[in-house]
């Protein structure tokens, strides 16, 4: 392990760490429901999602949502998504790789776009808060992208430079920020995204979490 060159690891927890996909799925149709739009195949939905979310919208609409459909899908996607988040549990393997990353004398943070004053208490509920020295949600709307956030992430990370922190996410938006803050990233398959639609991001792809933490490895020893 690269352990004298790198590497705190930023952990992305909705479709990462957090094995929520069939919650957001149902959250998503529920919403589009509200507003007449058909409901949406896992499939699809990893072929067109994106973010700022209005975005994904617009590509399954043919435009963008009215401020007035915006709010409407907005409210009732989350209200139907935290009911369902309590039902879902950790990616396979997770738990594991935080304890033998932090067991290693290394470092590792969380930064989602999930509502701070939920992911909290979220992260708490599963046990493994302790494994991180920073978790932060997102303060604010929702209809922006990561970049901004992780740069308020790793402005608190004092001591840690961009250059030594790679990124494992889901979304080719957690690439974008790690880019945008001169940090590395890994993108994980079991989330919101399709591989070909990862493999855009032109980082590399794997399709569990034990392979990014490895490739992160790797990448310190570069």
Not at 196 to 207: C, R, T
Request: charged letters at 25%; proline letters at 5%.
């Amino acid at each position: 392990m690269g352990k004298n060159h790198v590497t705190h690891l930023v952990w992305d927890w909705n479709g990462t760490l957090f094995h929520d996909i069939d919650a957001v799925i149902s959250a998503t149709n529920a919403s589009f429901g509200e507003v007449g739009l058909p409901p949406i195949t896992l499939e699809r939905y990893r072929d067109l999602y994106c973010v700022p979310v209005p975005r994904f919208y617009e590509r399954l609409m043919g435009r963008l949502p009215t401020d007035e459909e915006w709010a409407v899908m907005d409210e009732a996607f989350h209200r139907h998504y935290w009911t369902l988040a309590e039902s879902a549990g950790l990616a396979i393997g997770a738990r594991q790789l935080l304890v033998e990353w932090q067991e290693a004398g290394l470092t590792q943070s969380l930064c989602s776009l999930a509502p701070h004053e939920h992911l909290v208490p979220l992260v708490r509920t599963h046990g493994i808060e302790r494994h991180f020295i920073r978790v932060d949600g997102r303060v604010g709307q929702s209809n922006t992208g990561k970049a901004e956030q992780m740069m308020r992430h790793i402005a608190e990370l004092e001591g840690v430079p961009p250059q030594r922190m790679v990124v494992i996410g889901d979304a080719v938006d957690d690439a974008l920020a790690a880019r945008h803050v001169g940090a590395r990233a890994v993108l994980y398959t079991g989330g919101s995204h399709s591989r070909v639609s990862l493999e855009a991001a032109g980082v590399p792809v794997v399709d569990t979490l034990e392979e990014a933490v490895r490739e992160a490895e790797r990448m310190a020893d570069e």
